[in-house]
C-alpha cells in the first residue's frame, strides 16, 4: 500500500468509520411498529449505555478500502480510554505503521506519515492537512461499536433494525454503516459486538472485519 494511500486508509478509518470496498445493496430494513419498534429502540439504548459505561473500548482488526479507484488493505488496532485514544493502522507487505493519538484535551498527534509528526488540538485539522480528506473524528467509537454517535456534532441518526430488533443500519453525518456480522452474544453488552462493519460516504468505501474486541480490562472476544 503506498504511502499516500496509507494516508487516505488512515484518514477514512480513523475519522469516519467503516465500508465497504464496492458498493453493493444491504439487506432492506424491517418495517417494525408498535411495541416491536419500542423494544428494539430500548435495546439499541440499553447496549450503548452499557458501553458508554465501560472504563476502555479496544479492538484489533483487518481493513480493506477503496477511495475511487483506489484500494489497499491493512491491519487496524484502536483502544478508547475515555477521552483519550490510540489508533494504529499497519501495511502488511512494507510493515510500516501510521499512528493517530489523542488527549482527553483535545490535543492530537499523527505519527508515521510524510513529513514527520503532526500536532494540535484539533484532529480532523491534522488529517485534512495530511490527507486533503474532510471527515469527523470522533464518531469512530461510536460507529465501531454499534452506537448512534453524538448528536449535537454529527447530527440526528436515523436507525433501521432487521426483523429481530437488531440494528441492522445507521445513516448520520452522510454516512451509511452497516452491520452484517455480530457476536452472538457479549457478557457485558446484550446483544453482542460488531464482527462486520461496512460503510459508505460518497466514493469512500471501508470494510472492517473485526478480530477480537475488549471491554475494560476484560479478555479480548471473538
Keep these: 500500500m503506498s504511502a499516500r494511500l496509507v494516508a487516505i486508509a488512515f484518514a477514512l478509518l480513523v475519522l469516519a468509520g467503516c465500508a465497504t470496498t464496492r458498493q453493493v445493496a ?5 418495517v417494525l411498529e408498535g411495541a416491536a419498534l419500542d423494544a428494539a429502540q430500548a ?3 440499553a447496549r450503548e449505555q452499557a458501553l458508554r459505561a ?25 483502544r478508547q480510554q475515555g477521552g483519550g485514544y490510540r489508533v494504529t493502522l499497519s501495511a502488511p507487505v512494507t510493515r510500516q505503521s ?10 492530537a498527534r499523527i505519527d508515521g506519515l510524510e513529513g514527520g509528526p503532526r500536532e494540535g488540538m484539533d484532529a480532523a ?5 495530511a490527507t486533503g480528506m474532510e471527515i469527523p473524528v470522533g464518531a469512530l467509537a461510536d460507529w465501531a461499536a454499534g452506537m448512534r454517535a453524538d448528536p449535537a456534532r454529527f447530527g440526528d441518526a436515523l436507525v433501521e433494525y432487521d426483523a429481530g430488533g437488531r ?14 456480522a455480530w457476536q ?39
Design 43 to 45: 435495546r439499541l439504548a
Design 98 to 107: 501510521w499512528s493517530l493519538e489523542g488527549s482527553a484535551g483535545g490535543r
Design 54 to 78: 465501560q472504563p476502555a473500548v479496544a479492538f484489533s482488526g483487518r481493513v480493506a478500502l477503496a477511495k475511487g479507484r483506489e484500494g489497499g488493505s491493512g491491519r487496524i488496532e484502536w
Design 125 to 129: 485539522a491534522l488529517v485534512r492537512e
Design 26 to 30: 444491504g439487506p432492506a430494513a424491517a
Design 167 to 180: 440494528l441492522l443500519r445507521l445513516h448520520q453525518d452522510g454516512w451509511t454503516i452497516e452491520y452484517p
Design 184 to 222: 452472538p452474544d457479549h457478557p457485558d453488552v446484550a446483544g453482542g459486538l460488531p464482527l462486520r462493519i461496512n460503510a459508505q460516504r460518497d466514493d469512500a468505501r471501508v470494510r472492517l472485519i473485526v478480530d477480537a474486541w475488549q471491554l475494560g480490562d476484560t479478555p479480548a472476544t471473538q
